[in-house]
């Protein structure tokens, strides 16, 4: 089988393309002259940018282009005139599959999950609702096996170029100047560590609550951490609940972060900038393993949330906690630790995430720096 132009086909949210970088050093690590290009989203652009294991960046954006549409026929031609020896689809929908077949891209690989499967050439039976392995290793089984070929997995990664680092530079000199009274100079000269804090989920799965959130902030501050309060462009309000329930200011993003392109690279730069991150199940969880930081990360009880899943990959020094699963159906609860499903509101046990106790959050902290002169005790 060749694997000399490859195109890998990955179009959904942020944590399930950082999730995919793995596949791309696999790829690279069997063949290294290997051309590997990637189709996207607009939004996740940036988890494949500066990688110099990737090619070029093809976006095919569905929100604007239907597939009846010329700008639609144009990708189709595009991609055709790449000549691709091979195709992995590794999220497979109904748009992600045509676009392959339409190109045609003769070998064209994709798991066996959906109907649509029937435009591939060979179609790899996973069951990842079984939540067995880990995303990352599904989408590495699916070459895997697909090839023929065996490699040793690697971590994902993340890269930004020099235009992010300098503005995640100047943006905390900036804020650090008018919320501390002191430069980022000054600061890392302190010792002081500063924690990335991200409350938001994407409605992805069930989360703590706002008012959990501020006062895990709070304890944080008043344990010595300075917080970095991460929020997304469309989690204004979130921000602004939580900063209304705080009695000192945080640093934060600004909207202007959000302007002019690259937010996700300003996001990875500033997140390089911090020494840890608590975030749940999301992009940003995943975004701070890659970038090799050590992470705490809050998953629900929920099966198919599952932290052996969607938990950070070959991350060392991550720190996992997942309340107890309770629900008012005791015929929910699989694997005596799992909701099958959540019933929101209709449980009486919910919101299950604010059951978890701040101090295990710090303490899992702190266990990442006990090595560390400076650790905090609670």
């Not at 798991?111 to 939540?131: D, E, G, H, N, V």
């Not at 390089?272 to 975004?287: E, F, K, L, N």
């Amino acid at each position: 089988m060749k694997l000399n132009k490859i195109l890998i086909i990955r179009t959904d949210r942020l944590g399930d393309c950082i999730l995919s970088t793995p596949v791309i050093a696999a790829l690279k690590s069997v063949n290294k002259n290997a051309i590997v290009d990637i189709l996207t989203s607009p939004y996740t652009v940036d988890v494949f940018a500066d990688n110099p294991c990737v090619g070029d960046i093809i976006i095919d954006d569905p929100s604007k282009h239907s597939v009846f549409s010329n700008e639609f026929r144009a990708l189709i031609k595009k991609i055709a005139a790449r000549q691709y020896d091979i195709c992995f689809i590794l999220h497979i929908t109904a748009r992600a599959a045509l676009i392959p077949f339409l190109a045609r891209i003769p070998v064209r690989v994709s798991p066996a999950s959906k109907i649509y499967q029937f435009l591939s050439t060979a179609r790899i039976r996973q069951k990842r609702s079984a939540c067995e392995f880990n995303e990352a290793e599904y989408n590495l089984d699916l070459i895997r096996r697909s090839c023929g070929i065996d490699f040793k997995n690697q971590p994902p990664r993340l890269f930004y170029d020099q235009a992010a680092a300098g503005f995640a530079d100047s943006y905390l000199n900036e804020i650090l100047i008018e919320l501390r009274n002191i430069n980022y100079d000054e600061f890392k000269k302190s010792g002081r560590k500063l924690i990335l804090v991200h409350p938001g989920s994407g409605g992805s799965a069930v989360n703590m609550s706002p008012h959990k959130y501020a006062e895990l902030i709070e304890r944080l501050y008043g344990c010595g951490y300075e917080i970095f309060l991460s929020t997304g462009p469309a989690e204004e309000n979130l921000r602004e609940t939580i900063l209304s329930k705080l009695s000192f200011r945080p640093l934060y993003y600004k909207n202007e972060i959000f302007m002019g392109g690259s937010a996700l690279k300003k996001t990875f730069a500033l997140i390089s900038r911090c020494a840890a991150a608590i975030a749940p199940s999301t992009g940003i969880m995943h975004a701070a393993a890659a970038l090799e930081k050590p992470v705490v990360a809050l998953f629900c009880p929920i099966f198919v949330c599952a932290p052996r899943r969607w938990g950070p990959y070959m991350s060392a020094s991550a720190r996992i906690i997942t309340p107890d699963a309770v629900s008012s159906d005791k015929c929910n609860i699989i694997n005596q630790k799992y909701c099958i499903k959540c019933s929101g509101m209709e449980c009486k046990h919910y919101n299950c995430m604010d059951k978890i106790e701040i101090k295990e959050i710090i303490d899992k902290l702190n266990s990442i720096f006990i090595n560390a002169k400076s650790t905090i005790k609670v």
